[in-house]
């Protein structure tokens, strides 16, 4: 027979003090029967708060409290002498100072505890998603690129090209979030490639930043999605006014080229020749856009 009853449950947050940010990180359940405790899957969104987090092996931890709490629920009976003690048991979190109270199935609290950690603690599911251009806006680099690979007949627009010997456009980091590497070549492992072309501008506008800010994270998602480099090609007349865009991609790049400078340049056509085990690439010309 299904019996339901109220029980309070606390919040647990990860705190950073310093600058007065905190994320959920976990729920203390209070049952007649017993403390249940979960706690985040893992350390992957608290740790932004700061990288130590993610040292921690979160279920293991949230073993430790409940049966820390249950083992002094023996001398302390009473829930709210429970939910005193509980900030001096949580750390490294912090416990919130007012609970929360939840209708509670006695025949199944764990599913209680499930539904308090997927509305307080847990990512939330994408519903709405942007609706955006399937088709990359290409930059003069890009289209450069794309004549060059051309030229030694080693391009390709189908992802299954990849296993001979091309270099594929438009690459799928996660299709689901529209996320497209402007290059991907496979040399055994799979890399993937992101172009910035900053050459005339003489200032960085909002639709500038945020180019630069995409490509960036499109390399930071291809961290997953690809087990090789994630490099970026970037060119720019004035490398001044340029710099912070180049940091937004530089920052989740294992490789940074820069097309002015011919060392990098040089480094950038010996790694493609090598890519594709192809000497027929001609020089790389880049013409002023």
Not at 1 to 6: E, G, I, L, N, S
Not at 134 to 151: H, I
Not at 160 to 178: H, I, M, Q, T, Y
Not at 196 to 210: A, N, Q, Y
């Amino acid at each position: 027979m299904k019996v339901d009853v109220f029980s309070p449950f606390v919040l647990l947050r990860a705190v950073d003090p310093v600058r007065g940010e905190s994320l959920n990180a976990g729920v203390v359940l209070f049952t007649p029967t017993g403390a249940l405790v979960a706690a985040a899957p893992d350390a992957a969104r608290i740790k932004a708060l700061h990288p130590d987090f993610v040292a921690l092996s979160m279920s293991a931890w949230a073993e430790r409290l409940q049966e820390s709490i249950n083992s002094l629920a023996k001398s302390l009976p009473e829930i709210a002498q429970q939910i005193a003690m509980l900030p001096l048991l949580c750390q490294p979190f912090v416990a919130d100072t007012e609970p929360g109270t939840t209708l509670l199935n006695l025949d199944r609290p764990q599913e209680t505890l499930d539904a308090l950690m997927a509305w307080q603690v847990l990512a939330r599911q994408v519903t709405v998603r942007a609706k955006r251009d399937r088709v990359k806006r290409q930059s003069k680099l890009t289209s450069q690129m794309r004549s060059w690979f051309r030229s030694a007949k080693v391009f390709s627009t189908n992802p299954e090209d990849l296993s001979k010997g091309r270099v594929v456009a438009n690459f799928p980091v996660d299709a689901r979030d529209d996320l497209y590497a402007d290059f991907a070549v496979k040399t055994g492992r799979l890399h993937v490639l992101e172009t910035l072309d900053l050459r005339g501008i003489d200032h960085l506008t909002p639709s500038i930043r945020g180019d630069a800010a995409v490509k960036g994270f499109t390399l930071d998602e291809a961290r997953t999605a690809v087990d090789g480099d994630r490099i970026a090609v970037v060119s720019a007349s004035n490398y001044d006014i340029a710099r912070p865009a180049i940091k937004m991609i530089e920052r989740n790049a294992t490789n940074l080229y820069v097309m002015e400078s011919p060392k990098d340049k040089q480094a950038f056509v010996d790694f493609m020749h090598q890519a594709l085990h192809n000497d027929a690439l001609p020089d790389l010309v880049l013409t002023r856009p």
